[in-house]
């Protein structure tokens, strides 16, 4: 982990940037500059700056000239820009960085050698600047005798240098660390083509060769220039610097080759991951892909095709072969099985994929699931959504599908045994693109015990005791688990390590002493009113019965939902369903979204 080096300066020379200005496209998750500095035997410069300053801003006489009332303003146009910013020419009016001239810039950015190779951070005012300084060489290696009179004391040394971003100084966190590690790669790639061919060096003297011929030229004829316009068509480097930033301004994904040769590629997850119009925190998704589990599925969100072609050629081969044989209809110990491919590397390609958002976690599609239509689902007739439905399935409309999963309902309710298998089919691939799209949301059925209080104790039990109905049996993980092979989708049955110490609790022999001692145990942790109210119903009197509701007593806390209790005990759908309605006096079932699974299908509150 790198050390941090934090600054945080006031200074009221310079332009206060107001907090309140978003980017245009309403985030403030958007850098506001990329700024290349270097520091070496002739001082600190600045190679290079994106987006720069028009001409109009540098020089004085604009400032001062009398703009006439009848002008119409253009403020926060987004018109062709003629310094070679098209697309956010806005920053330069509301969010630049007008009062840092190069000069301060250069000064203030490039940091001494003792701070290379550390996270640099320094914010001033409304500005806050993330980067990574990096040693190119000991400053030793340049300290020339005054008297050598050898060529190498004229020939100028770059000794560091450092991409620079600057952000909003109110920037969350997530982005500020998002903005260091891509300025770090960018680094590391950058220091590598300096050691192998001085491709730094060489771009560095052209940006500044073009810098003091700029200079040149505007002391000749008066009229001033921007040095970084005349860059951008010379300079390699300065066209991968803008290109980052302009893919951090829109996508989020930033894909480079430093010098044709190195690819740095980097994703900025508060762009990618969106829904509804509001982005997935990255803390939420962090959180939901440690939390998947084999049962799960991954939906892919581009075709196999288009997904292969975004692959760099270098990529994993397991990474391939996973996308190839990837559906929504098997879960993710299938595709372990299918690619043969250990689960957890399985796992980690998924999460892989979803961070970069080309995929999201769902459930198996089968006839059991239950889908209803997404409170934030686009429902308008014409909406683009509907064409590509409608060019995607010829002789169905988008509308009329999302109006049959108004209320909840099961996929198995639109099977026809008098329809061919080709409708079955198409209805799959119709409820997957609606999946893609964020469109549908599925049901999970959660129990919940919930004994009636009685007479003489009215009111709900505590919560540390319905908290310490939990056993401490420990749900699986990724990392240790042992599979056997699954059954079809509608009774789907798994195994899991806990399926060992499940199966030593069904112990032959119904009335034996010991099935009914276990049964005691696993009862005691309830109050004596729950387990009163639980004997009591008819069901109970069957110890096989009895036995499972206890074995399962530590699932009934509205936190697992009917899968995640058939994958880890190793049941049978039909035999949940049976056991809960012979229970159901005490047992309230409901439905609703599953945690993990719902952050890709409706925005967070």
Not at 545 to 570: K, Q, S, T, V
Request: charged share 20%.
């Amino acid at each position: 982990m790198y050390k941090q080096s934090s600054l945080d300066l006031d200074s009221k020379s310079m332009t206060r940037l107001p907090d309140t200005i978003l980017h245009k496209n309403g985030e403030k998750n958007s850098p506001i500059s990329v700024i290349l500095v270097s520091s070496g035997s002739r001082g600190n410069k600045l190679l290079f700056r994106y987006p720069f300053l028009k001409v109009s801003e540098n020089t004085s006489s604009a400032s001062t000239k009398q703009r006439s009332p009848y002008v119409l303003s253009t403020t926060g146009d987004s018109t062709e820009d003629p310094d070679g910013d098209s697309s956010y020419s806005f920053c330069h009016n509301q969010n630049s960085l007008e009062g840092f001239s190069d000069i301060i810039l250069a000064t203030i950015l490039a940091t001494k050698s003792d701070m290379c190779g550390k996270k640099f951070e320094l914010k001033i005012d409304s500005v806050r600047f993330v980067g990574h300084p990096t040693l190119l060489q000991p400053p030793h290696t340049i300290q020339v005798s005054k008297t050598d009179p050898s060529p190498k004391r004229e020939m100028p040394t770059m000794i560091l240098f450092s991409v620079v971003f600057a952000l909003r100084a109110n920037a969350d966190p997530s982005v500020i660390s998002c903005m260091h590690n891509l300025s770090r790669r960018i680094a590391i790639a950058l220091q590598h083509e300096e050691r192998r061919c001085q491709y730094l060096t060489r771009e560095a003297k052209l940006m500044l060769a073009m810098q003091d011929e700029v200079t040149t030229m505007t002391e000749t004829d008066g009229t001033p220039q921007s040095p970084f316009r005349h860059i951008l068509p010379k300079c390699k480097l300065a066209r991968d610097l803008k290109e980052a930033y302009d893919s951090l301004c829109t996508t989020g994904v930033v894909r480079l080759h430093i010098n044709n040769w190195l690819e740095v590629s980097f994703c900025l997850p508060h762009k990618i991951h969106r829904v509804g119009g509001n982005h997935i925190p990255p803390e939420a998704l962090e959180h939901s892909l440690k939390a998947i589990r084999p049962y799960h599925a991954l939906l892919l969100l581009d075709s196999e095709k288009a997904l292969l072609a975004q692959l760099p050629l270098d990529c994993s081969p397991a990474l391939v072969r996973l996308i190839k044989i990837c559906s929504a209809m098997k879960n993710l110990q299938q595709l372990a099985q299918d690619a043969d491919l250990a689960l957890l590397q399985v796992f980690q390609i998924a999460a892989h994929l979803v961070y970069w958002g080309k995929a999201i976690i769902v459930y198996p599609l089968c006839e059991n699931n239950v889908y209803m239509l997404s409170p934030h689902a686009n429902i308008c007739l014409y909406s683009q959504l509907a064409q590509q439905f409608a060019q995607q399935f010829p002789g169905h409309d988008l509308p009329s599908m999302l109006a049959k999963f108004s209320l909840p309902v099961s996929l198995s309710e639109f099977r026809n045994p008098l329809d061919a298998p080709v409708h079955e089919a198409q209805l799959i691939q119709m409820v997957v693109w609606m999946l893609q799209h964020r469109l549908l949301i599925q049901l999970h059925t959660y129990v919940c015990l919930l004994v009636p209080p009685s007479e003489d104790r009215p009111g709900p039990p505590d919560d540390e005791l319905l908290a310490s109905r939990v056993t401490g049996r420990s749900l699986s993980t990724p990392s240790a688990l042992s599979f056997g092979s699954p059954t079809s989708s509608d009774d789907m049955t798994l195994t899991s390590p806990s399926m060992d110490n499940s199966s030593a609790e069904l112990l032959p022999g119904g009335d034996s002493p010991l099935n009914k001692r276990m049964t005691e145990t696993l009862l005691a942790s309830l109050t004596e009113h729950e387990r009163q109210a639980i004997l009591s119903v008819p069901a109970a009197q069957n110890p096989e019965d009895l036995r499972m509701f206890a074995r399962l007593l530590h699932y009934f806390r509205g936190h697992h939902h009917l899968e995640e209790i058939m994958y880890n005990e190793n049941m049978r759908r039909s035999q949940l369903k049976t056991l809960f309605d012979k229970f159901r006096s005490v047992l309230v079932v409901t439905n609703h979204e599953d945690p993990i699974i719902s952050l890709f299908q409706s925005p967070p509150e």
